[in-house]
């Protein structure tokens, strides 16, 4: 994976842009928006007044790319019903081999073993992550689950 460095305001578009293997200026173009127009101006640090970009902005960029994009949550809780306090599951993804991860504020792309914060630059140490996209290529998924047929992408 090949580290991109950003201001702050475009870790999302910058994680997608590592974890696709492509840069932002081909995102962008394919998205139709770069995320940086001010839509909050009241909202505090300059990050939080942009737009920014949804994580499903993304997905027919991985499909172009044969790559599915799938949900993950660290730390689901469990519980039989709204009157028990969950209890919280700890999530990893070793196994992933290319993620975009999100906390609250920030997003970084994961490789498998390093965290690529497109702020901060790359990193071992773990990364409190509290949703992420693991991108799945699509022959590993055709190879996994026989019975899906996947007839043509558009």
């Excluded at 773990?126 to 043509?152: C, P, Q, S, Y």
Aim: charged residues 25%.
């Amino acid at each position: 994976m090949k580290m991109i460095k950003v201001n702050e305001d475009q870790c999302m578009v910058a994680s997608w842009a590592m974890a696709l293997s492509t840069t932002i200026d081909t995102l962008v173009e394919e998205i139709g928006v770069d995320g940086r127009e001010w839509v909050w101006p009241e909202a505090g640090t300059t990050p939080a007044k942009r737009r920014s970009h949804h994580p499903l902005e993304f997905y027919h960029s991985c499909l172009k790319r044969n790559k599915i994009p799938v949900y993950v949550i660290n730390r689901p809780g469990l519980s039989p019903g709204t009157n028990y306090e969950p209890i919280e599951i700890v999530y990893s993804v070793p196994d992933y081999k290319r993620a975009v991860l999100m906390d609250n504020t920030h997003a970084v792309a994961y490789d498998g073993t390093y965290y690529y914060d497109p702020a901060d630059g790359i990193k071992k140490d773990t990364f409190d992550w509290r949703i992420g996209w693991a991108l799945i290529d699509l022959i590993t998924l055709n190879t996994m689950h026989k019975d899906i047929v996947i007839n043509e992408i558009v």
